[in-house]
């Protein structure tokens, strides 16, 4: 069975750096192929890409937001981590984590619940 | 960028009745090597995350009914609910992964009518 679940702040302030962890089971991010990307929603709106991580540590960035975003993965604990930095109100959204399968061609096909997040002072 | 614009922005189908989202990609996701398009639709509930129906423009998954079908290549793509059920009733993204920013549609609003 495949899980991901999203942990991290449900408030942070503005400017200040915002880390979530994607932690999943039922796959690695060792295997060929397999790879972990962020994706956010802000209240009522559509789905933003933001970063994707490989299995070979290929890592892929939004160019919107790629100075502020960095992903890292962390194949023992089946964890992937997104940083945000200089957070805005703007950035007060639903962040999901996805596993996507590359060479097969199937994006984003099991999600994690999301955790909303909230930029405010 | 690839843009990803769907039309309509919403629609509202009788039951049993057939429901069409199109999505349009500012340039073509088609990858010539293998003849794939790299287009996704998502189902969307409220206060649940997106969900995989089709990939490669026309591969269900699963878990998905056939009443929910894919078409499409290059830059015009279609989904099509051939007859709505209330289960149904959702917001629905086509998302293009041919290229870095993956993007996403803004997203098309099934009701019941």
């Known amino acids: 069975q495949i899980t991901l679940k999203e942990s991290g702040p449900t408030l942070v302030k503005p400017t200040q750096t915002l880390t979530l962890t994607c932690t999943f089971s039922?796959?690695?991010?060792?295997?060929?192929?397999?790879?972990v990307g962020w994706i956010r929603q802000p209240p009522g709106k559509a789905l933003e890409w933001l970063a994707l991580?490989?299995?070979?540590?290929?890592?892929r960035y939004s160019p919107s937001l790629k100075s502020r975003l960095t992903i890292t993965k962390d194949t023992s604990k089946n964890q992937v981590v997104l940083t945000v930095t200089n957070m805005d109100p703007v950035d007060s959204a639903t962040y999901y984590c996805?596993?996507?399968?590359?060479?097969?061609?199937?994006?984003?096909?099991?999600w994690g619940q999301g955790t909303l997040v909230t930029v405010s002072s | 960028d690839i843009v990803m614009t769907q039309s309509p922005d919403s629609l509202a189908v009788s039951l049993g009745e057939r429901a069409t989202i199109n999505c349009k990609s500012s340039?073509?996701?088609?990858?010539?090597?293998?003849?794939?398009?790299?287009l996704a639709w998502f189902q969307q509930k409220p206060g649940q995350p997106p969900k995989l129906l089709i990939y490669?423009?026309?591969t269900r998954q699963s878990w998905v009914p056939d009443r929910f079908s894919g078409s499409g290549s290059g830059t015009d793509f279609t989904l099509t609910i051939s007859s709505l059920q209330a289960e149904d009733v959702a917001v629905y993204y086509c998302?293009?992964?041919?290229?870095?920013?993956?993007?996403f549609g803004q997203g098309t609003k099934v009701e019941i009518k």
């Open positions: 991580i490989s299995w070979n540590d290929d890592r």
């Open positions: 039922g796959f690695s991010l060792s295997t060929s192929g397999v790879a």
């Open positions: 340039q073509s996701v088609l990858y010539s090597s293998n003849n794939k398009n790299y």
């Open positions: 998302q293009q992964y041919y290229g870095t920013p993956w993007t």
């Open positions: 996805a596993r996507s399968i590359l060479p097969a061609g199937v994006p984003l096909d099991y």
């Open positions: 490669w423009a026309s």
